[in-house]
């Protein structure tokens, strides 16, 4: 398995070689096939006050393709503005499941600023799969995604 460090370098390095939006495809994509315990990974995006779904790889789709800011644990990262690492989803109050088999769960906001302008949100079959390496290394890419991105 590549280490996350590694595969964050690559995609930072990659950056300026192609536009938001492909890039943002890229993260996704390149998360979720070179990370073994990221199971499913998409970019959720604030807009008019919603998360709106954006850029994601995994075996199926969401159903949440909207999110009310403050809904589940996606809703959560973006009120709170601070990332949210659940080890075990069942056990949260405020969890909106997309995918029987997911345990755990990190959301990972995107700043620019003072203000939430989307997040990374990432799904694993694993219970307990997070570490605080998971959260240094996503929020050092979310701080690129963030000077980069220009909308859905
Ligand atoms: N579980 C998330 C919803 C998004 S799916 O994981 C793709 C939540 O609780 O907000």
Redesign the pocket.
Known sequence: MAALRDVVDTLIEAADTMDAGAWEQEIVQALREEIDHYD?V?F?WVVNDKLV?GA?DGPEA?E?VT?EIG??????AASQQQTVLVDD?KE?D??????PE?RS?I?VPVMKGDRCIGEI?I?SNTPGAFTDTDRKQLERLAEIVAARHYGL
């Open positions: 499913w998409g959720y779904l994601w969401t949440h999110i809904e589940g644990l996606c809703g959560l989803v949260h405020n969890y909106l499941a997309c995918f997911t769960e959301v949100d799904d």
